[in-house]
């Protein structure tokens, strides 16, 4: 019984890490934040071999699991990396795996970080008023809100009947409209179909839930990484700040504060770790260990991101610290694929209840 | 991650079961009062292994190795099948690894092989009305006699004194010297002429802990556990598995499905309590704590087993998280019936589930308080596993 990370695990994440404490500190994300690119630190995390973590080898990829996917997101939360991680490196992979298309030419171009794919998929969780795909297999027409990684040059796109759709970014019939959200490490848009040719990659409801539900528990993995970064960035700036003639980490009511942030954020850890295992290990626990997962996760990432910031006094609400990112990534990943009351009654329903 | 346990401990968790399917039922209910029915089920489950298992045979335990998994799926079968785990209590669970730990071959060979068994049952004489989170100010004395300890003082919290043989207690024994280290492990006989016990009934009710009282308790010199002036070190070291062991995920679980049941069978306007949306979403919401708390327990017990990865701050926080989740949890239980959770003691044909929501409600608020309350978790949190600095302390008031 090994209930934790494996040694090549450990390592994937520091090698990560280290780049992006390298190549993508706060400075970068800054950048990012204005101009809204950010093609040399997914160039830079391709050559890691982030890009084809999960697809095969014969595909040039390097064969890892959702697990270790996982745990990347943890790291790329952390450092609230701008990249198209999630779409690109682990749902479309799996889609085209898992739908027959093991020797789609996308693949290879997904590995090597060329190609990049952004997620519609909110409508497949819950269409809002002015939303919703209606597709015949072949055509698309509608609306899709806040796709992921809006900025990809293609997109997976589900409509009315549960179907799954690999559609061109220059398609025809498809207008693209860029919508400012208030995470600005991540870029979001909506797309227009008016009779757009889409290729459908299959149309068993099954693969596309669990494909959200795969996205959820990287989205969860991401809010653990942030949160935790937010916990040590307030335990570090409590150390160094005194007020009273002491440093403020030593009044209870600071310490207090930060004790409830670890004992909340610390059992997400095994809680992020089981979810992702199961993705590969225990297929019939998914729905209700990525549902719990991301919607507990949220919840206490919502409750680190407010906390923190207030440790940080005055400071924590300036821009000069920047903090903020990590608040809204944090704000970002509740929201999509789900916000917690509806992915709970997802949890109850798949339970029987 | 691998979480299968291997032939061998399949092999193990068969043996458990088939010894419950054929012996379960001869199981008493009752655990925590010796009776010579629960006597009689402890020494038969001592003779299969699933009670003082890793204890030496010497001492009249079962001397198998200590192995953490076997120890888990008998826990996990007995669970399952609701069985009587056999007799619990703090002689067995904190006295004896102490004694095997620190006390003397005479000691061991006196007190283990009774208490294993419940002839000889124990009471923890520890807090007092001036020492609870910081135990280490206790005043109760001890002063040598001749070949005697004289005791004057007062215990408090002390559940089961009311009914324990004996008591095992910190008492000063070093007036001089620093706090920590002027305190010594002593055993003492309940019957000793001068103690007085006075049962203290708590906010459920029912008294369970007492007041004990000390005026010239004299008891031989010999019954100190370790050396004068190192009782701080012998109580911590199993002061730190109490901690552990309140909070405990797999025991909420079992709570858990019992609210689970409660609201798909309890109803209101003819409408389930599950269907109703913000009850559901609150159960949901206790379902994705506890689902946490079992993860983290996983991870620790898989470091326990392995001996690897780092789990300081995963074991830290569980007494803090898994006993505010209880009471929440029975919180649900309460709210979720309305005017039918008021319900309360036996003679109320109303009352569900014998009146335990509200019972556990305000226990686990108990426990909360009680263990380290959870204000001291946060400090330990802080401290320990964050590295924050301790408070500066004020000058003495006295």
Known sequence: MDFGLSEEQTLLQDSVNRF?????????????AEQQTSDDVWEGLASLGVAGLTIGESAGGVGLTA????????????????????GSAVIAPMALTRSGHEEHPLLGDLAAGTATVGLALNEAVAARADAGINGNGEILNGKALYVHDFGAA??????QDQRLYLVDAGAHGLARQPLANIDQTRVSGALEFRDTPATCLSDDADLLATLIDVGRVMLAADSLGAAQCMLDQAVAYAKEREQFNRPIASFQAVKHMCAEMAAALEPCRAMVWYA???ID???????????????????????????????????????????????????YNRQMLGAPELIREEAALAQGL | MDLSYGPE???????????????????????AKPSENTRAWQRTLIEHGYAARTIPKEYGGYGAEPDILKSRIIAEEFAQARVNRG????????????????????????????????????????????AGSDLASLRTSAVLDGDEWVINGQKIWTSTAHIADWMFALVRTEPEAPKHQGISFLLLRMDTPGIEVRPLVDMTGTANFNEVFFTDVRVPKGQIVGNRGEGWQVANAILRHERDSLGDP?????????????????TMGGQRLIDHPTYRDRLMRIQGRVMAMRFNDMRILSSNINKSGDTALARMVVKLQGTELRHDLEALGIDVMGELGLGYGKDNPYVRDGGSWQFHYMFYLGLIIGGGTSQIQKNIISERGLGMPKEPKLPATR
């Open chain 1, 20 to 32: 992006l404490e390298a190549e993508a500190p706060l400075t970068r994300v800054r950048e990012f």
């Open chain 1, 67 to 86: 697990f270790d996917a996982a745990l990347v997101s943890e790291s790329l939360g952390y450092h609230t990396t701008p990249s198209p991680y999630v």
């Open chain 1, 154 to 159: 293609n997109y997976l796109v589900a409509d």
């Open chain 1, 276 to 278: 992702a295992h199961a």
């Open chain 1, 281 to 331: 290990a225990a297929p019939d626990e998914i729905r209700v260990t990525a549902c719990h997962t991301k919607a507990h996760t949220s919840e206490v990432a919502t409750f680190v991101a407010k906390t923190a910031t207030e440790v940080h006094g005055g400071m924590g609400f300036t821009d000069l610290v920047g903090l903020h990112y990590w608040f809204k990534r944090i704000g």
């Open chain 2, 9 to 31: 401990y399949d092999a193990f968790r068969d043996e458990v079961r088939s010894f419950l399917t054929a012996r379960g039922a001869d199981a008493p209910q009752d655990r």
């Open chain 2, 87 to 130: 007799l619990g209590g703090q002689g067995i669970a904190m006295l004896v690894p102490t004694l095997l730990e620190v006390g003397t071959e005479e000691q061991r060979q006196q007190f283990i092989p009774p208490t294993l068994t419940g002839e000889m049952t124990w009471c923890q004489g520890y807090s007092e009305p001036g």
């Open chain 2, 250 to 266: 797999n025991a909420t679980l079992t709570r858990l499905n019992a609210l689970t049941e409660l609201m798909k069978t309890e």
